[in-house]
RNA sequence: GGGCGAGUGGCGAAAUCUGGUAGACGCGCAGGAUUCAGGUUCCUGUGUCCGCAAGGACGUGGGGGUUCAAGUCCCCCCUCGCCCACCA
């Protein structure tokens, strides 16, 4: 009589047993002989139930963590919540309700949904970023990177939205308007705190030797976002007064081509110089109808206005005086906000000087390519070739000369070798209610004071009205407000901003060390003893952010002689996103599926396969197409009923196990064990079905299977830990939980291949297959391929010219004729 | 416009790192068995085409190349996806 496989009773079962048993805690006995793994998940942001992305992920996450400890790991698998933020104010307006609340609520019920998916984390060390035990640490690190000037406050532009009155991210802004409300973003201009994460640009850069296991994609992307760009700096004079002002370029050499000169709309020089010059006028409404354009609109802008300034600069490798324009699309953040034009190589200078009439002049003659005129150009040319017009460079070799005509301009003194980063400051300071407020006070004594160390945390009160109002709600709130300053003890305020989420999120895997201690932030000998993490695992939109970011903050540390290492996630892994017929899950659409739903009817372990075996992990997942009908029986369903059948029957044989069989769970051992550590979750399971079915033919031979169901119950056990513990406990009697067994090995003469097919080729062409000893010789390999019927009939009339024997496993016989 | 990645059966995918039997495993489908019944379970088959079969031809987005041999390596092109996007 068969054992039915039924999840729903024995699932929840287990997961009051593992809890009670105190199953997945991590050691931090000194003595504890096993090496340290810290298997890392990116922290939960609690904006409702479990979705998809995270059943996919955890899943993955979940089986690395069980893998390295049935492998003799003392696991550190911790999980916390990233508590602060928008959405929990947003949802709270919403629905009348404080932000606190609706956050508590959430996490309860992910944590319960966490357990019923089995997850086997640390529960004790559970960490929350909105409880002011953690952001207590939040606001002392912010108090590091302030006394270190690594903290700054100063003037920028942002997106403001005039109907809710507030400060809106980037990502909030769509199509120029504001995605909550749909009123046109304006831009502002608001003093903001910054973290100086470009002091750091070029150590991100150089340190990412070390991230040894990142997806090649993500490392690119972080290195495209630090942007650093090599050239040169030349200083150029403005005609009318004399003074210097200085450009940025990659391509000194083309700086005999210059022919005009470019001025943001927001440089500070532009309103003074177009006063001077009397073009104020008509400088002024490009400026005013830039600055009320929404960021993210203008990036979008593709027109080449512009207007003149007014004024000259004079090109300083050849004195000549050259026309001012100010135009949108030289970048006030990138360089030094002013660009020399050079219309005949570069496509954006030359494009403007189409729409201005202003001349083009071709200093670099591309290799191979006619003299052009630069009349009839119609597009910039590549600047490969030969210098011309470019005295004293004239016949050098561009881009080749770079380095040449830098040394020259240090030389006359006009300019020097430069390196610029497109990656800015960390704009940190949000004029929101629900974050970690910024710990320091305003006096107009003292100027920005920090708050004292035993004063922290700075308590985030709740009797607030956090709607938005055209300031940070804090503001609003006297009793916060309203500080004597620690100095001087006179009259002060507090800062009423609170911080990006993002800087809670960067440190977080630090508080799991040492979670409860309340001396400090973390414990830097649990940290030293933990880290860098062993296996980080999340999503690929925090490619940039979230990862630079804490690849940032540990730097800091590293600096602040806090941490022993640099790098912070040596190895990293990417989930795919799960998608419904080929469009990403959203409410709007109204396509969501959700895992719980499906844990309840089918149980955790199978929505736990279905993810992994689905295709490999870091690729999407089409739901659609590998659920199909939500009222059919999921495969990896059926695949563990016909496991617990084949279990059940292996504990009741009393057979010998055939050799065959023993070889095919040797093989799996060695193919599983080898996919783990690749992380190919779905070829792992796919050999976990082979032997399923290797057992199946062995038990209908009436032979036993005991040692296979044992191994397979122990390989399970990473991808489906509840059906792996009923069979290992229940089925196969073993008192001691699966997940505290060691990982099976093999027997490597069992692996080895008596025998193996030979294939038989002609011209390439597969004729043939036999059967052979694996360690025939080359002889008799050629000699069995010589003898075959089918190889000779595709020989036919013609002549073997040439015999290639790669024994044991294949001859090529070349034929001719 | 730039960067990165991917195109393999009706479908999800193997094999790609290391050139050597293309399509493992699973879904679906077809036929059969069991069942009162089944959206159950089990067995068999399943790349396309020709053929009763043996066997043969074709086949990894398209074109070219290297090689005895290419899904795999090289060059060009097409399509799709993702990221960045006036970065001087």
């Known amino acids: 009589m068969a054992r039915r496989y039924e999840p729903a009773v ?13 199953l997945y805690r991590a050691s931090e006995d000194p003595d504890d002989p096993r090496p340290r793994f810290y298997a890392l998940d990116m922290f939960s942001y609690p904006s409702g139930d479990l979705h998809m992305g995270h059943a996919e992920a955890f899943s993955g996450g979940d089986a690395i963590a069980r893998y390295e400890a049935m492998r003799g790991h003392n696991v550190l698998h911790p999980i916390g919540w990233d508590a602060f933020g928008l959405p929990a104010e947003n949802a709270a307006i919403k629905r009348g309700i404080h932000p606190k609340e609706w956050t508590y609520t959430n996490i309860e019920q992910q944590r319960r949904s966490f357990r019923r998916l089995g997850m086997s984390f640390d529960w004790q060390r559970q960490l929350n970023t909105c409880d002011p035990g953690y ?8 108090l590091q990177l302030f006394e270190r000037g690594l903290a700054y406050r100063k003037a920028a532009s942002t997106n403001w939205c005039p109907n809710d009155q507030t400060v809106l991210a980037n990502e909030q802004v769509v199509q120029g308007r504001c995605e909550r409300c749909g009123a046109v973003v304006q831009r502002r201009e608001l003093t903001q705190w910054f973290f100086k994460i470009t002091d750091y640009a070029q150590r991100l850069l150089d340190d990412m030797d070390e991230l040894t296991d990142w997806p090649e994609r993500v490392v690119t992307m972080q290195r495209n976002w630090i942007g650093r760009s090599e050239g040169a700096e030349v200083t150029f004079e403005i005609a009318e007064t004399g003074e210097p002002v200085t450009v940025f370029t990659t391509r000194p050499d083309t700086l005999w081509g210059v022919t005009f000169f470019v001025f943001s709309v927001e440089h500070p020089d532009v309103e003074r110089l177009a006063t001077l010059a009397g073009t104020w006028d008509q400088v002024r409404p490009l400026v005013e109808k830039v600055r009320s354009t929404p960021l993210t609109i203008r990036e979008e802008a593709d027109t080449k206005e512009g207007v003149a300034l007014g004024v000259h600069v004079v090109n300083p490798v050849n004195g000549e005086r050259l026309p001012v324009y100010v135009a949108p699309y030289v970048l006030m953040e990138y360089g030094t906000g002013a660009v020399m034009a050079v219309p005949a190589h570069d496509q954006r200078d030359f494009e403007f000087a189409r729409q201005h009439g202003l001349p083009v002049r071709v200093v670099v003659q591309p290799d191979g390519a006619d003299p052009v005129d630069p009349e009839t150009m119609t597009a910039a040319l590549p600047h490969e070739g030969v210098m011309v017009h470019s005295a004293p460079f004239d016949g050098e070799r561009s881009p080749a000369s770079i380095a040449k005509v830098t040394t020259w301009l240090e030389r006359e003194g006009r300019g020097r070798a430069a390196v610029t980063f497109r990656l800015r400051d960390w704009l940190i300071s949000r004029q929101r209610y629900w974050g970690a407020p910024i710990p320091i006070i305003h006096c107009p004594a003292d100027g920005l004071v920090p708050v004292p160390e035993d004063q922290l945390p700075v308590i985030l009160p709740e009797d607030v009205d956090f ?15 309203n500080v004597d300053c620690p100095v001087c003890g006179g009259p002060a305020t507090r800062e009423t901003d609170t911080m990006d989420t993002f800087v809670d999120s960067s440190w977080y895997y630090y508080r799991y060390c040492s979670p409860d201690d309340e001396q400090r932030a973390f414990d830097p000998q649990s940290v030293a003893r933990w880290m ?32 022993p290492f640099t790098e912070p996630f040596p190895r990293l892994m990417n989930q795919g996103q799960v998608i419904y017929d080929g469009a990403r899950m959203s409410k709007s659409k109204g396509n969501m599926v959700a895992p719980m739903p499906i844990v309840e009817r089918w149980g955790a372990d199978t929505v736990r396969l279905t993810m992994l075996f689905a295709g490999p992990f870091e690729d999407d997942i089409d739901w659609k197409l590998i659920a199909g009908d939500p009222d059919r029986r999921p495969a990896v369903h059926a695949w563990l009923g016909r496991v617990f059948n084949v279990v059940d029957d ?68 990473p991808f489906a830990p509840f059906a792996a513990e009923e069979l290992w406990r229940e089925v196969l009697g073993n008192p001691e939980s699966v997940h505290l067994q060691s990982w099976p090995t093999f027997d490597p003469s069992l692996v080895v291949q008596d025998t193996v097919t030979l294939v038989i080729q002609v011209n390439g062409k597969v004729r043939d297959r036999v059967e052979v000893p694996a360690d025939i010789d080359e002889a008799s390999a050629l000699a069995l391929a010589r003898a075959s019927e089918n190889a000779r009939r595709a020989v036919g009339e013609g002549r073997v010219v040439k015999e290639i024997v790669r024994a044991p496993k294949l001859v090529n016989l070349v034929a001719q004729g």
């Open 532 to 563: 860098p993490v062993g296996q980080y695992t999340g999503g690929a939109e925090h490619a940039i952010l979230h990862l630079l970011y804490s690849r940032f903050f540990t730097k800091v540390l590293y600096d602040l002689g806090l941490v």
């Open 467 to 481: 709607r938005p109002g055209g300031e940070s709600p804090l503001a609003r709130h006297p009793a916060f407000l």
């Open 10 to 22: 024995f699932e929840p079962k287990w997961e009051e047993i593992w809890a009670a048993e105190g």
């Open 650 to 717: 292996a504990a009741g044989a009393s057979g010998d196990e055939p050799e065959g069989l023993r070889r095919a769970t040797a093989r799996a051992v060695k193919g599983v064990t080898g996919d783990m550590e690749r992380f190919r979750f779905n070829t792992a399971i796919s050999k976990l079905q082979v032997l399923t079915n290797e057992m199946r033919a062995a038990l209908d031979g009436r032979g036993g299977a005991r040692e296979a169901a044992a191994t397979l119950a122990l390989l399970l056990a």
């Open 135 to 142: 952001y207590r640490w939040t606001q002392w690190l912010f």
